[in-house]
């Protein structure tokens, strides 16, 4: 993700270190490349710091373990955390130096971990996607489709996808002879310079993500909105009669079957509290699925005939009006936010190919750049939209901050 491979499409850095005087060995740095020097590192930071997070919840906490979708989380901040540690880091040091300085093998290397640790990520915030599709569409049988197994089988599957694409690349272009890529002045894969290879690569790695992320967002907002207006379609044994015999649910006394219909929906559907739509239909709440269990499904109607029952009618609408739209904000959110960080660099890609001219170095950079920025945010946008890990961060920065606290105590 970084700069080009063609003789005519080269974009090597420009030197941002610029003699003070003739005599001497003193460098300054323009304000421009200050400010895009010390930009970078704060987000390698803010990166490193918000992904080491995740991955210290997920070992501290037995019951983020326990759950097979937190795998998801872990190896989203794995990835987003190799971005941090490596790719930011190194870039800015090609950026100070205004050339590549670690030579052709280290810049294979760097380039093909850099493409498929930020391609896997990609991949993961789809399998997040897909995953809370099948949560709030599955309903009880979720627990038993969504094992830790299968995730697992998941993640090795995308990141077999990711290594061996890029490393094809590598072997089939490094292996030609031609170098497009001066290894002492920049680092790029010579992959780039084939127009073929960046049409591919745009499909594999950014539509394909693409449209998985907006299908299945946009099928669990329909859901929860269908969930809104119709709270309750079936009985909750409905659901009870479509789990597998082995998991204990059928063939019990039914106060045990209701506790464990209550145990399983309040356990999986708070696992993402985007979903908390969903969780405030009646088929999601404890006490509605007791009641309905219990009661008749004519039974609010003759409920709802007074004056007081209108009244909770009403903060029942707001209440599902305000739902809706935090679905819908926060599902947005998810969509914008891989669209601005993805689409760019694939855009600025391909317009390369057609005119170099288009494309400056700033350019180049800038999209890169934002393409890594989304290993920033996605702690922001996944992990802290669950509880738990959420008040895992709120320990772990307790923790961390208490010798602060008490050194200014001293004080």
Known sequence: MDHSPEDELQFSHQPPLQNDTDSDNKY??????????????????????????????????????KKPSNLFLLGLAITDLITGLVSLPLDNMWRYKGEWPYGRSVCIFWTFLDYTVTIQSAYIISLISADRYFLVTKGLRYKVFQTHRRVLIQLIGTLSISFVFHLVAILWFEGTGKENVDFEEECELNALGALSYVIIAVIVEFILPLLIVCFFNLVIYLHIL??????????????????????????TPAKQTEKNVNQTITSEMATVEFDSSYKSSNCTTEENVKSYQIQPKHASSSANSGSPSNSTSKNQKSSVRKSRKKAATTLS????AFIVCWLPYNVVAI???????????????MVNYLLWFNSAVNPVLYATTNVHFRRNFS???GKLCTPFKRILCMK
Request: glycine share 4%.
């Open 226 to 251: 269908r969930r809104l207006q119709h709270p309750v379609n079936q009985n909750a044994s409905d659901d009870v009669a479509l789990m597998p015999s082995n998991r204990g649910l059928i063939g």
């Open 28 to 65: 300054v740095l323009s304000t421009e490349d200050w400010i895009a020097f010390v930009g970078l590192w704060l987000v390698t930071l803010f990166t490193i710091a918000g992904n080491t997070l995740v991955i210290l919840s997920f070992i501290r906490d037995r019951n983020l373990r």
């Open 395 to 397: 320990e772990l920065l």
């Open 351 to 365: 317009i390369r190919h057609i005119s170099s001219d288009l494309v400056n170095v700033r350019t180049w950079d």
């Open 333 to 336: 959110i998810l969509i914008v």
